[in-house]
């Protein structure tokens, strides 16, 4: 591989803010690299933090969740998404991978300017970083998924109530 | 079709393939080398590509139709359209790629709906402008095929890859050919979705009877549609009960309000409760449970009224901004008015009076001061007891002023007015007239900075001299001059500020704009509809507006209002959370994560023959955002249309180097 690297950066963006926000800047006839591919999500708080994980073992270099802050649609989502993001990356930092790969920020649906800032953050720590271990996401993201099943509760099933019982 | 969640496979101990996904940028290079090796693949068959025959066993029967618009040039000149279309074309499971220079014409449409009935496909997507604009025309298109319209994925090359990256049209067309084999990962991993139907309750409930709510209300009952309409105060008219004559029109609000009520009083479809209030609203579309508290009762007792409402226009109106003590001398002196205050002091006064009185005193020189509590700027304003700097305009105040500076002149010549303004932004209809008519009447006018508002003071003589104030200003209209000019009374320029509806706000879980208002979803595309599915907005609720901005705006709150009715169960995006029985085992993680009452609970309920508990979804009260999802240990619980094992599919389709390709998902999913 004698290209130069061009990292992956995935934009989790919301349909009610971010997601009509990176609309804006084509709109308004700004640029920002086409290594950035924006996703369209209701709220970002719908992913486990293996989702992300496993982004990264796919390849994705970094990940910017771009969400709607306090005007946030939904009650209580964006406090639940900022305590997960915050714990993936503690997870992330504790791991060995680079923090600098996952950032939650708020973009409305006219910041134009944030959204370019966001971005062009995102691909200078990037490139400063190089390729995402893959190796290592992997592995982070398999003791994220046994955590997970972990958080079982140990009985099996709840008991089965009798037929007739009700 | 597999729906096998690849967080579920068994491969515990199989090495992680990662052969995808390399970084690399040549990606002219890099597609054709992929239709090189896809070619010779299908050439070498039996061993043809590994992602056909993966493909093949996740789901025999797929017919991908793909659909590239070029949008006139919009998005062919930059993105090498041709060139994704052969690509895609590639991708297992693609039946047909196909160009169009407008998707979203007739013969575009067309061109979907017949592929989808001659050529069989089982999924659709297009590429083309934001799903903003066509995701709806689209999956109707696809609808009149016969196909689910769930089985339909947009992707957006326009806004998001051709406006977004003029400059790079090679890094622009991969990065379509990716985002389009992301959206066909996505596809192998949908299954159709019937859209919620629920009962549709053909009354409406209208919030606060001013110009808004009265003209919402005529507009809905005239349609046949029942109303109750709930006014707060116990008179209807709002905030127009207090002006008199209103621009541009000229005409006495008193007869704009009698025209509106007498037409809401008229008809027998309108209930109106005056002196009432809104206590608890719940439900979803189509079936609100709203309790109305009134004391319009005989003897003013409290009488308690329960309704079930389809839709909810908010119309509740502004709140005049109020000075802080204090600012410009307001409450400090009494020569210092709202404009408010003012518009009703020259209503007062009679109609031959020769004379402008005002607490007993001649009033000889008048100053207008526009934007006061509006436009504000950090640092240069004090922010309102609750902490809010009100950086908008209120729109409102600059033609007001105008109108009253024009009908003093007119009225009273021998009194002087100055205005004192940064700007003026009379942009409505008819509305820059008063300028021109306020400027011909001799009305002097400055300049201020915004940064800089004037000063405001006692003059030296003081309150001897009729409590007279002078006023300084850095006026740009003399290149920055410093002038005084000494008047008897200053009428401050105040504007709009939300009204007090937090309770309403919190139970609707409405959202608010930066500047406290009620927001919309889109300030173009969708002005009067909130995210909150049936509730609509009309007037000043949303944002400061004059009485045809208001009066436009109820009317098309109104009319989506009569068209949530046209059917007789209500249809709703089925994009809520479902929980998989054969994995839930009722443990209610995710039943702790969810904040929206009664739309996630443990129910006992008979799986294989036994009673057990399970999480149960009530598809009416989900708001769909999804918290409940990450929690499961079982994975037992997603979210409908926007699955992970979906999303996991279009991060591949991005990441992966073989377009469509999934990208060692069988060795890399372990559970
Ligand atoms: C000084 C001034 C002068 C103006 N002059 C003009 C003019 O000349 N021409 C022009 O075009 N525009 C003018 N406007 C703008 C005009 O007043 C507004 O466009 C208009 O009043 C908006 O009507 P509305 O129904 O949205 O709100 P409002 O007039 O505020 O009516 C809202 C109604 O809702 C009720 N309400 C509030 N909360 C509740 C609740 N919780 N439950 C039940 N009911 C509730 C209120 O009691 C009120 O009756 C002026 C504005 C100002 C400030
Ligand atoms: S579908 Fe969208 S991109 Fe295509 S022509 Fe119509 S507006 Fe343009
Ligand atoms: S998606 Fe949101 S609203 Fe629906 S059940 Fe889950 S947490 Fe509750």
């Avoid at chain 2, 009432?276 to 439900?283: F, L, W």
Wanted: hydrophobic share 40%.
């Amino acid at each position: 591989m004698s290209n130069p690297f061009v990292p992956k950066i995935l934009v989790l963006a919301t349909e009610k803010c971010a997601y009509p926000g990176a609309d804006a800047v084509g709109k308004a006839h700004q640029e920002y690299p086409s290594n950035v591919y924006i996703l369209r999500v209701m709220s970002p708080v719908l992913f486990p933090e293996d989702f992300f994980l496993r982004s990264y073992s796919r390849g994705i270099d970094g990940i910017l969740i771009a969400a709607c802050g306090s005007d946030c649609p939904y009650h209580g989502a964006y406090d639940r998404l900022a305590a997960r993001i915050d714990q993936l990356t503690s997870r992330m930092n504790a791991g060995g991978l680079e923090i600098e790969r996952i950032r939650l920020t708020a973009i409305c649906t006219v910041c134009i300017k944030a959204f370019l800032k966001e971005v062009a953050m995102m691909s200078d720590n990037l490139h400063r970083l190089g390729p995402v271990d893959r190796q290592l996401a992997e592995q982070l993201r398999r003791a994220s998924v046994e955590r997970l099943q972990a958080s079982a509760r140990s009985r099996e099933l709840v008991p089965a109530l009798q037929g007739g019982l009700r | 079709m597999s729906y096998q969640n690849d967080h579920q496979g068994q491969h515990e101990d199989e090495p992680v393939e990662l052969e995808c996904g390399e970084p690399g940028r040549d990606e002219e290079a890099y597609v054709r080398k992929q239709i090189e090796l896809a070619r010779r693949q299908a050439d070498a068959s039996p061993s043809a590509a590994i992602a056909a025959q993966q493909h093949q066993e996740d789901s025999p029967s797929l017919r991908i139709g793909v659909y590239i618009c070029r949008c006139g040039g919009n998005i062919s000149d930059v993105v090498d359209v041709e060139r994704v279309a052969e690509t895609v074309r590639l991708i297992p499971g693609v039946a047909t790629a196909k160009v169009h220079t407008f998707v979203c014409s007739d013969p575009g449409q067309h061109t979907i709906s017949d592929d989808i009935l001659y050529e069989n496909l089982d999924r659709v997507v297009v590429a083309s402008c934001t799903p903003f604009l066509h995701e709806q025309t689209f999956r109707g298109a696809v609808a009149r095929g016969g196909m689910n319209p769930y089985l339909y994925e947009h992707v957006n090359i326009r806004e998001q890859v051709s406006w977004a990256h003029r400059h790079d049209p090679a890094g622009a067309t991969s990065k379509a050919i990716r985002m389009i084999s992301a959206a066909i990962g996505k596809l192998r991993h949908v299954a159709p979705l019937d859209q919620i139907k629920l009962p549709n309750h053909r009354r409406a409930l209208v919030i606060g009877g001013g110009i808004a709510g009265l003209k919402a209300a005529s507009d809905l009952a005239g349609r046949g549609i029942k109303v109750l309409l709930v006014e707060i105060a116990d008179k209807l008219g709002g905030h127009l009960n207090q002006w008199g004559r209103v621009y541009p029109s000229e005409r006495a609000a008193e007869e704009l309000v009698a025209d509106l009520v007498n037409a809401v009083g008229r008809n027998p479809n309108i209930e109106v409760l005056l002196s009432s209030k809104v206590k608890t609203v719940s439900g979803f579309i189509g079936n609100f449970k709203v309790a109305v508290e009134s004391q319009s009762g005989a003897n003013g007792a409290t009488q308690k009224l329960n309704a079930v409402v389809g839709a909810i226009i908010m119309a509740t109106g502004f709140r005049p901004y109020i000075p802080q003590d204090g600012e410009f001398l307001y409450r400090t002196e009494p020569t210092v008015l709202t404009l408010p205050e003012f518009v009703q002091l020259m209503r007062s006064i009679s109609h031959d009076a020769k004379r402008l009185v005002y607490k007993e005193k001649n009033v000889r020189n008048i100053a207008f001061l526009h934007c006061v509590g509006s436009r504000q700027l950090d640092g240069v304003h004090e922010p309102s007891t609750d902490g809010r700097l009100n950086s908008y305009c209120s729109r409102t105040c600059c033609t007001t002023i105008l109108q009253q500076a024009l009908a003093v002149r007119t009225r009273f010549p021998q009194i002087g007015v100055f205005d004192f303004n940064q700007d003026i932004r009379t942009y409505g209809r008819g509305e820059e007239d008063y300028y021109a008519q306020a400027s011909r009447a001799g009305v002097v006018f400055f300049r201020y900075n915004g940064e800089e508002p004037p000063r405001v003071e006692i003059t030296p003589a003081g309150r001897a001299k009729d409590g007279a104030l002078s006023i300084t200003v850095k006026d740009a209209l003399t290149w920055g001059q410093e002038l005084t000019v000494g008047v008897d009374m200053l009428v401050l320029g105040t504007g709009m500020i939300p009204g007090q509806i937090q309770d309403l706000i919190e139970q609707m879980k409405l959202a608010i704009g930066e500047d406290g208002f009620l927001q919309e979803v889109h300030p173009k595309l969708r002005p009067v509809e909130v995210a909150v599915n049936g509730v609509l907005l009309a007037g000043t609720a949303q944002g400061p507006m004059n009485i045809q901005e208001t009066l436009a705006a109820a009317g098309a709150a109104a009319v989506k209002a009569a068209s949530m009715f046209a059917t007789e169960s209500v249809e709703l995006n089925p994009y809520v959370a479902a929980v998989d029985l054969t994995r839930c085992t009722g443990e209610a993680q995710c039943v702790t994560q969810c904040d929206y009452e009664g739309a996630l609970q443990i129910v006992q309920m008979e799986v294989d023959g036994e009673w057990v508990e399970r999480a149960q979804v009530n598809a009416g009260l989900c708001a769909g955002c999804g918290a409940c999802v990450a929690v499961c240990p079982h994975r037992a619980i997603d979210l409908n249309g926007w699955r992970i094992d979906q999303f996991d599919a279009m991060v591949d389709g991005i990441a992966a180097d073989i377009p469509g390709r999934e990208c060692g998902s069988e060795l890399v999913s372990i559970h």
